[in-house]
């Protein structure tokens, strides 16, 4: 039997974080998380770029542009969409993480979505960093681990 693992190790991986602006007070502290993850795993804080945007759904566009570099290995996308009384919700959510699969699978690379996506302010608040741990640092560790199986490929 063969077994493919990726490790969790960011020693030369070039990443950049596409962070919405829309719900700051929530996609800050993912941010955070995600430096404070990659330099962790031993990511040097050189090859990380922070890229900010207006909202979620202008942050496949910036990560496809960027995985299409030749510098760049991964891609994470950080934002916060809160459920309102409208459908918007529905159509941002959905149509953000439909982007941003088909901008990895159009370049190749990983592009890992970090976009939380609540009912209320209390879930994005327990997800950016309180009870239910930093998804930002999660998405972080994701982006590594599957560039280091893709890399194996």
Known sequence: MKEIKGNLKAKGVKLVLVVSRFNE??????LEGAVDAYERLGGDPDDLT???VPGALEIPLVAKKYAEKNDVDAVVALGCVIRGATYHFEIVATQSASGLMKASLDTGKPIVNGIL???TIEQATER???KAGNKGADAV?????LLRVALRL
């Open 128 to 130: 950016a960093g309180t």
């Open 117 to 119: 996506t609540t009912d």
């Open 50 to 52: 922070v890229v900010w």
């Open 141 to 145: 560790m994701a982006a590594v681990e």
């Open 25 to 30: 007070f929530i996609t800050k502290p993912l």
